[in-house]
T-cell receptor, first 113, second 114 residues
């Protein structure tokens, strides 16, 4: 399985500001995914990020709020824009494996005050 | 609409006994099912999966059973060990737009008592 790192591991941000989360993989992967886990909730897919194409967003998530970059096959960023306290969550990136499973990074714990 | 449900938020099991975690789904289009384990402050760790063409898959102490007619899957851990204490998520997927998008249940917190 791939080794996935995320930066930052946690942050406390003021409302109205933006935070960019980085996801780095130790091998080239085609599919990368971004998830959110709100407090006490399950993991929810935000978007699928393929290298060289626009990210595909799930219902309820929009590019203006969660812009994603995928400049190469080992790296992606998710920006949480114009943050509000409701954006306080754990944000996770994952990579898809040929067998269908996904492997996750350690997550970024975001608190918006 | 909760397509994947884990109705037990918590489960407590004695060390050495069998742990059984359950999961139900509503979307008959799901064709691949997975279990993940999550420790605090870590990302989910993939445990085991099963395709819809099978009804059982085994990997060491972990066995997943799939009952398609009942839209139900379960994870059996035997024997249970203290290190198994974690939150367990089941997930389901179907091939959409070339990606295996995962839909997760709410999780079950498993506690193994010595």
């Amino acid at each position: 399985s791939a080794v996935i790192s995320q930066k930052p591991s946690r942050d406390i941000c003021q409302r109205g500001t933006s935070l960019t989360i980085q996801c780095q993989v130790d091998s080239q992967v085609t599919m990368m995914f971004w998830y959110r886990q709100q407090p006490g909730q399950s993991l929810t897919l935000i978007a699928t990020a393929n290298q060289g194409s626009e990210a595909t967003y799930e219902s309820g998530f929009v590019i203006d709020k969660f812009p994603i970059s995928r400049p190469n096959l080992t790296f992606s960023t998710l920006t949480v824009s114009n943050m509000s306290p409701e954006d306080s969550s754990i944000y996770l990136c994952s990579v898809g494996h040929a067998g269908g499973e996904q492997y996750f990074g350690p997550g970024t714990r975001l608190t918006v005050t | 609409d909760q397509q994947v449900k884990q109705n037990s938020p918590s489960l407590s099991v004695q060390e050495g006994r069998i742990s059984i975690l359950n999961c139900d789904y509503t979307n008959s289009m799901f064709d691949y099912f997975l279990w993940y384990k999550k420790y605090p402050a870590e990302g989910p760790t993939f445990l085991i999966s099963i395709s819809s063409i099978k009804d059982k898959n085994e990997d060491g102490r972990f066995t997943v059973f799939l009952n398609k007619s009942a839209k139900h899957l379960s994870l059996h851990i035997v024997p249970s060990q203290p290190g198994d204490s974690a939150v367990y998520f089941c997930a389901a997927s179907r091939l959409l737009q070339g990606a295996q998008k995962l839909v997760f249940g709410q999780g079950t917190r498993l506690t193994i008592n010595p």
